[in-house]
């Protein structure tokens, strides 16, 4: 539930609470009038009579406190919402063993490492092998999970593979 509403909510009972202690009070007002007349004759020497103005005005006073209270849950600021993003670790990349590879697998897989991301018409030029096998090797590089080729309108662009 909300502040404000719970602010209302104590506003609300705090009403009802001095509609019922003014209600109490006449009536308790009456009881002492009637029994001091009665045994002194005058109300106003009557210690009842103080004591019910002592339980009034504390009454009130407890009445005051709620309602200040209610104001302040109505006035002040809801909670914001703490909106944590969960940033993502670069994962460490693990040092590839590349030593079952032929030279030129082992050129290629450098040269995409050093780059990060290569388009494969690139490859072919800087290493001077014929696009057949070009795309082999890019073939059995991507077989073993190292690089990734991804499809870019006409030509292919390699990157690693993230482990």
Same mark, same amino acid.
Request: proline share 1%; with cysteine.
């Given at each position: ?5 719970? @602010?209302?909510?104590?506003? @609300? ?17 009456? %009881? ?11 109300? &106003?020497?009557?210690?009842? $009579?103080? %004591?019910?103005? $002592? ?20 006035? %002040?600021?809801? &909670?914001? =919402?703490?909106?944590? /993003?969960?940033? /993502?670790? =670069? ?39 014929? /696009? ?5 090797? *890019?073939?059995?590089?991507? @077989? %073993? @999970?190292? *690089? ?8 292919? *662009?390699? *990157?690693? =593979?993230?482990?």
């Amino acid at each position: 539930m909300e502040n404000k509403n719970v @602010g209302w909510i104590m506003i @609300g009972l705090s009403v009802v609470i001095v509609f019922l202690v003014f209600l109490f009070n006449n009536t308790l007002m009456d %009881s002492v009038r009637s029994s001091c007349f009665i045994q002194h004759g005058d109300v &106003n020497s009557c210690e009842m $009579y103080d %004591s019910v103005n $002592y339980q009034t005005y504390l009454a009130l006073a407890i009445v005051g406190v709620l309602i200040i209270f209610g104001l302040f849950l109505i006035f %002040s600021k809801p &909670n914001e =919402k703490i909106i944590i /993003k969960k940033i /993502k670790e =670069k994962k460490v990349r693990k040092e590839v063993d590349i030593s079952s590879f032929r030279p030129e697998e082992k050129q290629v897989y450098n040269l995409v490492k050093e780059n990060g991301a290569i388009f494969q018409a690139d490859l072919i030029d800087k290493t001077e092998f014929s /696009k057949a096998r070009m795309t082999r090797i *890019v073939d059995k590089l991507e @077989g %073993s @999970g190292l *690089v990734e080729r991804k499809r870019r309108g006409m030509t292919n *662009v390699v *990157v690693l =593979k993230e482990n």
